[in-house]
Every structure is written in structure tokens, then in C-alpha cells.
């Protein structure tokens, strides 16, 4: 069974940083795309970050020249570094992986639980 497990959300202040990580557990054959989603209250869910297995990454233009997101192959684990951050940033954070199962088997996505982010003013 595989399972998304993240760490690292809290409270900060305006202007601080957090380090979200998000290790893979399981039995799977390979990890392709992972990625960071928030939601806040009231909102849609949003994707904040990606990056490729081969290291190319994409984000959200609220996020852009703040946040970092890298992963460690061997680990299994994406990282989302967060800097500057501002109350809007305040919000659950889910960690996604796209995983494939066995050689030839199918693609799933999975989810974690969510990690609360919040920024005070």
C-alpha cells in the first residue's frame, strides 16, 4: 500500500520560511511527477509546485521567485521550500505523486493528508 506522508507545516510570520517534505512508503515500481497543492477556506484547490522524475519544475505565478520545490529520488521525497511567506500563502498543503505500480502496470495518483500553513500578518 502506498502512502504520502508530509512534514513540516506550522505557524510563521509574514516573511518567514517553512520546509515542507513529503516521503513515498510502499511497494511501487517509480515515482513520476510529484507535486504540492494547497487549498484555503472557501477556495479551490490549487497546484503550487511540480517537478518531473527528471528535475523540470513548474509553478503557480503567486509562488514564483519564493518557493523551491526538489526532490531526492533515492528517498522518495519532494520538498517544497517556502520563503517570504505572506498570510495569502496560509492554507492546507497537499503533497501528489504520480506512481507507477509495477513495470507494467498501471499509473495512480496519490494523495497525503495535508499539512496546515499558516501566516500570520
Known amino acids: 500500500q502506498v502512502q504520502l506522508v508530509e512534514s513540516g507545516g506550522g505557524l510563521v510570520q509574514a516573511g518567514g520560511s517553512l520546509r515542507l517534505s513529503c516521503a513515498a512508503s510502499?511497494?511501487?515500481?517509480?515515482?513520476?511527477?510529484m507535486g504540492w497543492y494547497r487549498q484555503a477556506p472557501g477556495k479551490q484547490r490549487e497546484l503550487v509546485a511540480s517537478?518531473?522524475?527528471?528535475?523540470?519544475?513548474n509553478y503557480v505565478d503567486s509562488v514564483k521567485g519564493r518557493f523551491t520545490i526538489s526532490r531526492d529520488n533515492a528517498k522518495n521525497t519532494v520538498y517544497l521550500q517556502m520563503n517570504s511567506l505572506k498570510p495569502e500563502d496560509t492554507a492546507l498543503y497537499y503533497c501528489?505523486?504520480?506512481?507507477?505500480?509495477?513495470?507494467?502496470?498501471?499509473?495512480?495518483?496519490?494523495w497525503g493528508q495535508g499539512t496546515q500553513v499558516t501566516v500570520s500578518s
Open positions: 501528489n505523486a504520480d506512481i507507477r505500480l509495477s513495470f507494467s502496470g498501471p499509473r495512480r495518483e496519490y
Open positions: 510502499g511497494s511501487f515500481f517509480s515515482i513520476n511527477a
Open positions: 517537478i518531473t522524475s527528471g528535475g523540470s519544475t
